[in-house]
């Protein structure tokens, strides 16, 4: 600060420069005995009456003549005491006098020098020239300066970006955008543009520094900021990111020859705004193409951003309001023909549907006029363009912003794109249900997709009309299909029944075939176990479950102890009629038999195979707690008490249908299922081994036609002595309780008044019973219990580059599995005799334990673990033992510090192989015959192997739970010969 001299403009000064310029000068000059601190400033002042300087009042008073200054000084030293006044005014020294001057510290009027206060409060040494050579920056930051000042540097050079950027921060508010003090951003520019008080604020600035701002962020971020301080002169900032959105559309490469005109008009409308140099007389900047690309690109990724925030109501509704805006700009600028080319746009998103609905329905027009030669099992070529057109529209719809926002539309075009790939394959109800067990099992491999997918797409689409069309042609066909499986299904299922359930796993038998051999004395292995019926939990419902469960980290596996062939999940075989009073009877009886809650309770609790154990079944009146309890207090302890085994019924799916109350979105979480959620964080917390099954399964309400039977006593079956007519079939023997029962075999029949769904008829989808079983993942399982893959059909998979080809599965030549090695079990303990689905995972055979009808999986028909005599080595084997000769294969294996035997490593690669896709660490463990719980580190052995030169041959994936194999890369790094043919390695 400086003695005053010559009259110029008096500084304005803010509160906290103020401040901290008088700490300076009292600390500086605090050995005078003067009490008066003289400053040059606007004497206008507002800011507060006093402060205080090290414990020292300080009083802050403006004077507007020099009058007025000797008034306040005279009686501010009139008055005892050691407080110090400042005064401020804009009256020159000469004007003040000698007499007045000598009664203030050190006899002068101090001149705040602007840079130095500049430098003082950001802790610089010295400015930047180029920064100095801005005139107008200095007062700005010294107006703007924040409550203590500017946060301080760590070097002693006080830069022009630095100090621009903290500025640019604080007059345009941009710390609400999330950008940094010193570094404002495009993006951080355009979200500004949104808050209007922000916008209006800087406009208010003084023109100097609001022209020096605008410069200079035109600098630092090029195009964005080239529009957008048009359109905030022109008083349009709020049009800013709605502009930039219409802009990528018609800036798309793709959209040139429909967007010239509209361009013209865009950039006509940016022209016209007004701009602080053309209102001084100044040339305006052309606005170029590539002004327009970079403020598009800007504005899509803020958009972007936007839409994927999660949480944020503030910004939800914002992006919605730039959305809402950019469409009212599409119809102004007779832009909509672009709309097609964006990402953002809501026209965009429902040009996309239209894209599906054309393809779907041309790919249904290809069905149609083959259906004859597909009916019949005929191999069809590898590609349809129909389905490769299909699968490439449901790709751009996903990849549109708005997909997330619109799941529920983008889940039905994917099932609709899945089941189109389905209805490609070989059909031909008569082979493919050979047998009850070849049915229900069938049913959980790829019928039970098929229904869950079937079911999403009859909820339909909202808006386009075309795609309403598509979708009822589709699911009329699909349901075609089904309705003729069901039929061929009721012929057998009537077969069965008179004759006996053979090996099959039924609803009675699972207690002693799967809980048993968990429970029991001389089980290998045993742990508590939490046992869920979900009561009327269908096949297509168990998908979506099981999906869930596993991607929150449940291992799901095969329960059934000592079954040969692949491990899968498993179907068991519901009672008949299909009523929970008699089939979740007999699950908790073991036995055909009927009864209610109590009956049930009172059978399973005491099963011998208990072995005494405390054992508690948990039903609906049971299951809820006071106020502030997720459970009831009798459940918690059971579920906290590891020596206790517990079972519970869970009626939401049965109670849902059963009360009428339709779905608006027809899929199933674990939060839909009262209790689920709660009871398996219970399980994981005590390492319980989980069952999930049910008692029967059921068909949906799909404006079917009722058949009116008054007292009938299921809307699925009836009990009265007519004959079986249209969509119906007679049940008679041991498996009919009752002994004979009339049942519906067709879904869309009923014999009761409409409700949301049934059950007690004979349909695949309600004699169906899902088993699911899971462990907490790296738990070690027990004997006899085998991880699983994901279990989705080969069709149900949208990744596959070849997802726009059916593929047909083809015939592999079976060979001998590699046993897992289990510790502690003894060779006589292996089963060498016709056990449980023996017969049913033989390739080729046929009836009620017969062979499996194909599925979506590779090898599903014919399954790859039975045993075949002198097999001849397919594509993958060739592959493995081609590896296995090279002399990579052999230097790497020699380098490994804890070598893998070949014979793992080769039973590795097949299973992964034949996975085609990722596989659970603890499947590919067991593959090797290695425990589950040493899979991370046997699989990282495998990749010091595999990955030469570190080349993801063998990769995790899936957050650590999975591994995949490349055979492309894997035959590149090894120098191995072309990809085999049919067959072979790398489907």
């Known amino acids: 600060m400086s003695v005053a001299a010559g009259a110029s403009r008096p500084l304005p000064l803010t509160a906290a420069a103020l401040e901290q310029e008088i700490a300076r000068l009292l600390r500086r000059y605090a050995q005078s005995d003067q009490r008066v601190l003289l400053v040059r400033a606007d004497p206008e002042w507002t800011g507060p009456a006093g402060i205080n300087v090290d414990g020292r009042p300080v009083r802050i008073t403006g004077c507007l003549s020099p009058l007025a200054v000797m008034e306040r000084v005279s009686a501010h030293l009139d008055r005892d005491g050691d407080s110090v006044l400042v005064v401020l005014t804009d009256a020159e020294e000469s004007a003040l006098g000698t007499g007045l001057l000598s009664r203030a510290i050190r006899q002068r009027v101090f001149v705040v020098e602007p840079w130095r206060l500049v430098e003082e409060s950001f802790g610089a040494q ?94 630092i971020t090029g195009h964005p900021a080239d529009i957008l301080f048009r359109l905030v002169d022109g008083d349009r900032a709020g049009d800013a990111l709605p502009l930039g959105l219409l802009c990528g559309a018609l800036w798309h490469p793709d959209a040139q020859s429909v967007a010239q005109r509209a361009q013209g008009g865009v950039l006509a409308y940016i022209s016209a705004l007004g701009t602080p140099a053309s209102r001084a007389g100044g040339s305006r900047p052309p606005i170029g193409d590539a002004s327009v690309r970079g403020f598009a690109a800007a504005a899509e990724d803020v958009v972007a951003r936007l839409l994927r925030a999660e949480g944020s109501t503030d910004e939800r509704r914002l992006a919605d309001t730039v959305l809402d805006r950019a469409e009212d700009l599409l119809v102004q600028f ?6 097609r080319h964006s990402d953002l746009l809501r026209s965009g998103f429902e040009d996309r549907i239209e894209g599906v609905a054309e393809a779907l329905s041309t790919a249904l027009e290809e069905l149609r006029s083959d259906r004859g030669t597909t009916a019949t099992g005929t191999t069809e070529p590898a590609v349809r363009p129909g389905v490769a057109a299909l699968a490439q529209a449901t790709s751009r719809l996903q990849s549109h912003a708005l997909a997330g926002k619109q799941h529920h539309r983008v889940r039905r075009a994917e099932m609709a794109q899945r089941l189109v790939r389905w209805l490609w394959r070989p059909y031909d109800p008569v082979s493919q249900v050979s047998g009850v067990g070849v049915a229900v099992q069938a049913q959980i491999d790829e019928w039970g997709w098929v229904d869950r997918a079937r079911d999403d797409v009859w909820l339909g689409e909202p808006h386009s009309a075309t795609l309403k069309d598509a979708y009822r042609k589709l699911h009329d066909l699909v349901l075609d299909r089904g309705r003729a499986l069901n039929e061929v299904f009721a012929a057998k299922l009537a077969s069965w029944t008179a004759t006996g359930p053979g090996d099959l796993l039924t609803v009675d038998t699972l207690l002693p075939r799967v809980v048993a051999p968990l429970v029991t004395d001389t089980a290998e292995y045993r742990r508590p176990v939490l046992f869920v019926v979900l009561d009327g939990m269908s ?3 168990a998908t979506e479950l099981a999906e869930e469960l596993r991607a929150q980290n449940w291992e799901e596996y095969d329960p059934v102890p000592r079954a040969t062939g692949r491990a899968r999940r498993r179907a068991v075989v519901a009672a008949l009629p299909t009523v929970t009073r008699v089939s979740r009877a007999s699950l908790f009886a073991a036995r055909l038999t009927t009864g209610g809650a109590a009956e049930e309770r009172k059978a399973f609790e005491n099963h011998p195979f208990w072995g005494g154990r405390p054992v508690r079944l948990f039903h609906k009146g049971s299951l809820s707690g006071e106020a502030g309890r997720s459970l009831g207090e009798d459940l918690t302890e059971a579920l906290g008490d590891e020596s206790v085994h517990v079972g519970v019924v869970l009626n939401a799916i049965d109670d849902t249908l059963d009360r009428g109350r339709g779905r608006v979105d027809d899929t199933w979480t674990l939060s ?24 029967h399964g059921h068909v949906l309400e799909r404006n079917g036609t009722l058949r009116a039977v008054p007292g009938a006593p299921s809307a699925r079956h009836r009990e009265s002595a007519e004959p079986a007519g249209d969509g119906e079939v007679e049940l008679i023997g041991p498996r009919v309780v009752g002994g004979r029962i009339i049942a519906l075999w067709d879904p869309g029949l009923r014999y009761l008044p ?15 019973i899902p088993l699911l079983a899971f462990l907490p993942f790296g738990s070690s399982a027990p004997a006899g219990w085998r991880a699983l893959p994901d279990q989705q059909p080969e069709w149900w998979s949208l990744e596959s580059e070849e997802a726009g080809a059916p593929q047909v599965p083809e015939p592999r030549e079976a060979r001998m599995p590699v046993e897992p090695r289990r510790r502690g079990r003894k060779a006589a303990d292996v089963p060498t005799g016709p056990t449980l689905f023996d017969d049913l995972d033989m390739p080729g055979a046929t009836g009620d334990s017969g062979g499996l009808p194909m599925t979506g999986r590779p090898g599903a028909g014919a399954d790859p673990a039975a045993p075949a005599p002198q097999a001849a080595p397919n594509g993958d084997e060739a592959l493995v033992a081609e590896l296995l000769a090279t002399e990579i294969f052999a230097a790497q294996h020699q380098m490994t510090p804890r070598r893998v035997p070949k014979a793992k490593i080769q039973a590795v690669l097949l299973a992964l192989l034949e996975a085609g896709g990722p596989l659970p660490l603890p499947v590919v463990a067991e593959s090797a015959g290695e425990h589950p719980v040493r899979a991370s580190g046997f699989v990282a052995t495998l990749q010091r192997v595999l990955n030469v030169d570190n080349y993801p041959v063998l990769s995790i994936t899936d957050n650590g739970r999975s591994a995949r194999l490349d055979p492309h890369l894997l035959r590149e790094q090894f120098g191995i010969g072309a990809r085999p043919g049919p067959g072979a390695a790398g489907r």
């Open 126 to 219: 010295q400015t930047d020239p180029r920064l100095a050579a801005e005139g107008w920056a200095a007062e700005a930051l010294i107006d703007a300066m924040p409550p203590g000042g500017w946060p301080r540097l760590t070097g002693a050079m006080l830069t022009r970006e630095t100090a621009l950027g903290r500025l640019a921060a604080r007059r345009l508010r941009l710390d609400r955008q999330g950008a940094a003090d010193d570094e404002p951003n495009a993006a951080a520019l355009l979200l500004w543009s949104a808050d209007t008080a922000a916008v209006e604020a800087f406009r208010s600035l003084r023109a100097p520094e609001r022209e020096g701002l605008t410069t200079w962020l035109r600098e």
């Open 334 to 339: 007779d832009a909509r023909q672009a709309s």
């Open 539 to 541: 096949a297509a419902v």
């Open 672 to 695: 839909d299922i009262g209790a689920l959620r709660t009871l398996l964080e219970y399980a994981r917390f005590q390492g319980r081994a989980v069952i999930l099954t049910s008692d």
């Open 754 to 768: 409409a409700k949301a769904g049934y059950h007690g008829g004979a349909s695949l989808a309600e004699v169906t």
